[in-house]
Nanobody, 124 residues
Framework: VQLQASGGGLVQAGGSLRLSCAAS????????LAWFRQCPGKEREFLGG????????DYADSVKGRFSISRDNAKNTVYLQMNSLTPEDTAAYFC??????????????????WGQGTQVTVSS
């Protein structure tokens, strides 16, 4: 499994950014793909995930209403749309994959495959 995250960059507070996670190496119909972020010195934080087959999504309370996750089956790509960004959203953002069909795991220990991360910096 290979996951390639992209789309990070510098954005002003209040702005939006869309991250992409291109997945390859297998079929993902029985997988959940999720987004996490991590600041230096802090633990990795679950943001949200999507069950590939059904499209069911689940989000952390901290980003619910601002962030949304979607997928493009034809491109094998998952997206993280981030709106109303604040400097507190500055972090490295990672996508990850877990073999599950019936839930969206929130613990990073349940995800075996990870992308390389893309940096998001929000200026005030």
């Amino acid at each position: 499994v290979q996951l390639q995250a992209s789309g990070g960059g510098l954005v002003q507070a209040g702005g939006s950014l869309r991250l992409s996670c291109a997945a390859s190496g297998r079929t993902f119909s029985d997988y959940c793909l999720a987004w996490f972020r991590q600041c230096p010195g802090k633990e990795r934080e679950f943001l949200g995930g999507i069950r590939w087959r059904s499209g069911f999504t689940d989000y952390a309370d901290s980003v619910k209403g601002r962030f949304s996750i979607s997928r493009d089956n034809a491109k094998n790509t998952v997206y993280l749309q981030m709106n109303s960004l604040t400097p507190e959203d500055t972090a490295a953002y990672f996508c990850a994959a877990a073999p599950t069909t019936w839930r969206v795991p929130r613990s990073d220990s349940e995800y075996a495959d990870w992308g390389q991360g893309t940096q998001v910096t929000v200026s005030s």
